[in-house]
């Protein structure tokens, strides 16, 4: 992998590995509703984003302005119907992630991003027509073998685990698609659409202002360090890496997740589990062996 493709795989792995705790501050508000914990999750980081591309990214914003009164009207409803697509996807993702955590599983919830990897890179594969080599095909199939170990649990658990893969899978796929604009200026949009489609939701059920600090304080984690710095890094790494190999980095988020769930929370694992796990990170490091490669030789050279 050339030295300035190495930023965008970091920058995948750094966004599924901050994800992968995403379940405590999630369990810090496992007394409030689902729907509840979403809306103001979406509310709040539609205000953190905007801040932030005014205070610091204006530059790129003036850029992707000037770029979308260039294209043609056709380009622009492309554009659009992938925001809305891609808006949709992802809001759906939080709410099911957020219920999963909170009212199925832990593991269930972590599960969900190891069948994702799966649909990401068949997805890339026939629609995006990304390649795949031998040894990602056998990385692939060491991954369904660890899927199918794990699934020979709750049939439900797994259920709520494809539903959440398949929304983050395809979602990801679009934004492969969309390549010509800022990838912080396009969550921001997404987050605003979230904000649109979730309002009359957020009305019709109102029952009050949240008071609570603890409530505000993890909100604010959320949105801040596991929606939009993460969110921002994905959709970065996908600037320089094929959506089939960013879908396999997000193995990394279910290996942290199911730690945080047996040694932070608890959670039992039996035998077959961790074995299913390990044959998990073998998957990840079969499928990436060309970059790890790439990235000792890189080091060598410069020592």
Known sequence: MPKSSLRYFFAGILSFAIWGFFSIPLRNLKAFPSEEILYYRIFTSLVFIWLAIIAFRRKELKKDLAYLSSITAKEKRNILFQLIGSTL???SNWYTYIYAVNNVSLQSAAFAYMVCPLITAFGGFLILKESLSR?????????????????TGSFVEVLWSVIIASLYAFYLIIQRKMQHLDKLNVLAVQIGLAVILMLPFYLLKHEGFPQDLWFWGNITVIAVFFTIIPLFLSLFALIGIPSSTLGIIIYINPIIAFTVAIFYFGEHVDVHKLFAYL?????????????????????RKNI
């Open 279 to 299: 044959l998990l990170l073998i998957s990840v490091i079969v499928f990436n062996w060309g970059i790890i490669k790439d990235i000792f030789t890189f080091k």
């Open 89 to 91: 996807l992802l809001t």
């Open 135 to 151: 040894l990602k095909l056998i990385s692939l199939g060491i991954a369904l073998l660890s899927i199918l170990l794990l699934a």
